[in-house]
């Protein structure tokens, strides 16, 4: 069993929907949760970052963290077709003073296609 | 800043040769990461340095892997030799202790013929 599961989809949604993103986790040692967005033929560039359970509000895009569950999620409203990418869900553990370590375990990542 | 920068973008060689892929970090950052990405595996972290110094290599496929940073400013990463199945979008990121600022290069796509 991978230590991150993470739908692939594809996800195919038309504008102005709301998107739902998830992933689930075994290692309870993951503290600090993170989503990015990579579009074709780039790297992936960081959208949110989280160290807590609950809610994170940042423009049109909300992260949720439930660690009783071991599951995260990433809200898009509005979506738009500039949100066209794969979504990757990214954990670490974190070290003590609040420092990491070093390696950040991926999901498969989520292809979602926002359709005018 | 640049950014991440990674050379070459492509790469295209035959089976059997030494491929070098390398990598410039953001400066500031004390943490630089090479990761794999493919379409069955995901994206996938082979090794990491911090300060320049290997910490954590147990993603490295096999010793004909091999990476290599001789000062903040630079890093390789080595194949040889190269087999089809290391096909693969190669990554590399950096970093600062905050995590905040984890930022991935472009990539270099190599194909192996």
């Known amino acids: 069993q991978k230590e991150v599961e993470q739908d692939p989809g594809p996800l195919s949604v038309p504008e102005g929907a709301i998107v739902s993103l998830n992933c689930t986790y075994s290692?309870?040692?993951?503290?600090?949760f993170m989503w990015y967005r990579q579009y074709s033929r780039k790297g992936p560039e960081l959208l949110m970052y989280?160290?807590?359970?609950g809610n994170k509000e940042d423009g049109r895009f909300t992260a949720q963290v439930d660690k009783s569950s071991k599951y995260i999620s990433l809200f898009i409203r509005d979506s738009q077709p500039s949100d066209s990418a794969t979504y990757l869900c990214?954990?670490?553990?974190?070290?003590?003073?609040?420092?990491?370590?070093?390696?950040?375990?991926f999901g498969q990542g989520t292809i979602l296609t926002v359709h005018p | 800043d640049a950014g991440v920068i990674q050379s070459p973008r492509h790469e295209v060689t035959e089976m059997g040769q030494e491929v070098t892929l390398r990598c410039k970090p953001i400066?500031?950052?004390?943490?630089l990461f090479w990761y794999r990405q493919t379409m069955m595996r995901g994206l996938e972290l082979l090794i990491y340095?911090?300060?320049?110094?290997?910490?954590?290599d147990s993603g490295m496929p096999e010793d004909r892997f091999s990476a290599k940073m001789p000062n903040a400013s630079f890093s390789t990463l080595k194949i040889q030799p190269s087999e089809p199945r290391d096909s693969a979008v190669y990554f590399c990121?950096?970093?600062?202790?905050?995590?905040?600022?984890?930022?991935f290069g472009s990539g270099t796509r190599l194909t192996v013929v």
């Open positions: 400066s500031g950052h004390d943490y």
């Open positions: 290692n309870s040692a993951f503290q600090y």
């Open positions: 990214a954990m670490s553990v974190v070290g003590a003073g609040g420092t990491s370590y070093g390696k950040l375990t």
């Open positions: 989280t160290y807590s359970s």
């Open positions: 990121a950096s970093s600062s202790r905050d995590r905040k600022s984890y930022t």
């Open positions: 340095f911090n300060n320049n110094v290997p910490i954590d």
